[in-house]
């Protein structure tokens, strides 16, 4: 009976997982600020558990439920909402964060203008804040709001976002983005907007001056960032927000200046399909490769050989929680190394075979071990990394052909030389010596 139970436990827990949205698993642990009123994010949350993820609450301080046991995580993602909480609970510290990362369970922060434990964490990943108490301000449009209240426009350019998305409600704190290849902008201050610690407009020209000087002007412009996201080398993601109640109902409700609604809504969620690995997830189902004719990998080429390398490549699709071939990569590329590329070479996708990605090349004609490395990382798309070790020989003594053509004058000079060395040979031993035998015989 128990094996029998046990059996049922797990088959529930395998069906459930093969159902998730997420590529990675639906467990989600929320930790919410005590000042944060739960049901004032009913639409984030509730689209959440719609989508399938099981979501459990815990406020900063307590220490159950724990997000790790043993070093192992519980949860698959973890939502920290609490921007302006000064003190965690133990399993809550930033390098716990940053551990939680590298054994593949996503974040989704939310900060805020003031000093907390969060803001020393965003400075791990190449956000620069600024100081404390400085929030967003923009005086456009104009608007009853206040300075601080801001609608911000969102680009439809970001392959994260859904296209025409109207302008959201922002209230919080910018950040500048360094330069890491790994951060992913997602929405930006507008162009108008600044941070600064006063409401007034006392030190615009002060600020303006150092803009252009390239000094504060680092907390003003478009150059800001409001929401980033960064994916790490195991493709975990991470999104830090600058403010909170953009996932609240109130801002998704709150109408625009302009009269229509905010895209609070969808925003958000797109965020969250994006950290919580719903879409841009691509990985690599297999790799293969060998000589043109044949359809095994040898155990060594040899030089000049010609290569066909296959990759099948496939995108998750979260409406149906499978994964699917996928085409739409046209600047992959292979490289066959060794120490440096000897060829690189595109992979384009086979027609008429979806998520199928071929080339055929010529080894080079050097020996050595040689990779078969595929390297693929694009800003919002988990990475693709692929290295396959091969060796590459000389030909062996049989393998060499018999005639050069680059060879024929030789082969002519040897040739003449010896039918000459024949007809002299020929002509010297046949020759007469009827003359020598003629005095011979007179002498005696």
């Avoid at 698993?25 to 000042?35: C, N, Q, Y």
């Avoid at 005086?139 to 426009?153: D, F, G, K, L, W």
Wanted: aromatic share 10%; hydrophobic share 40%.
């Amino acid at each position: 009976m128990r094996l029998l139970s046990s059996a049922l436990v797990t088959l529930l827990a395998l069906t459930k997982l093969s159902f998730a949205s997420s590529s990675s698993g639906d467990s989600v642990l929320v930790v919410l600020d005590p000042s944060l009123d739960r049901e004032n994010y009913s639409i984030f949350f509730g689209g959440l558990e719609k989508r399938g993820y099981s979501l459990t609450f815990r406020a900063p301080k307590d220490a159950s439920p724990a997000i790790t046991d043993y070093g192992v995580p519980n949860y698959d993602h973890v939502i920290l909402f609490a921007p302006e909480t000064k003190s965690y609970a133990q399993d809550i510290t930033p390098q716990s964060l940053v551990g939680l990362l590298s054994e593949n369970t996503n974040l989704l922060i939310a900060l805020s203008p003031k000093q907390t434990p969060l803001t020393s964490l965003a400075t791990e990943f190449s956000l620069i804040l600024p100081p404390p108490d400085t929030p967003l301000i923009s005086h456009h449009p104009a608007r009853s709001e206040p300075q601080t209240t801001i609608p911000v426009p969102v680009s439809s350019s970001s392959p994260i976002l859904t296209p025409g998305i109207p302008p959201v409600w922002f209230t919080g704190a910018p950040h500048a983005l360094g330069s890491t290849p790994m951060l992913v902008p997602i929405l930006r201050a507008p162009a108008e907007s600044f941070a600064a610690d006063s409401t007034s407009d006392a030190d615009s020209d002060a600020l303006v001056s150092a803009s252009e000087k390239g000094g504060e002007g680092l907390w003003a412009g478009s150059q800001m960032g409001l929401v980033t996201g960064f994916q790490t080398n195991v493709n975990s993601r991470v999104v830090f927000a600058g403010g909170v109640k953009m996932f609240s109902d109130e801002y998704a409700r709150k109408e625009l200046p302009s009269g229509e609604a905010p895209g609070n809504a969808l925003f958000v969620k797109d965020v969250a399909a994006w950290v919580f690995q719903e879409k841009m997830k691509l990985r690599i189902d297999a790799v293969d490769h060998h000589r043109v004719g044949e359809s095994s990998a040898p155990e060594m080429y040899t030089t000049n050989d010609e290569i066909v390398y296959t990759a099948h490549i496939s995108a998750y699709d979260s409406r149906t929680s499978t994964w699917k071939p996928y085409s739409g990569i046209d600047d992959l590329q292979l490289e066959f190394t060794m120490l440096d590329p000897h060829i690189r070479t595109s992979l384009p996708v086979v027609a008429g075979s979806p998520g199928t990605y071929q080339v055929q090349f010529r080894a080079p004609d050097r020996h050595g071990v040689f990779k078969f490395v595929l390297n693929w990382k694009r800003k919002g798309y988990s990475y693709l990394e692929s290295s396959t070790t091969v060796p590459v020989v000389p030909p062996r003594h049989d393998q060499y052909p018999r005639f050069l053509s680059a060879a024929w004058p030789y082969y002519a000079g040897a040739i003449s030389t010896s039918v000459g060395f024949f007809l002299f040979s020929a002509l010297w031993l046949a020759g007469d010596v009827k003359g020598e035998r003629k005095k011979g015989s007179k002498a005696e």
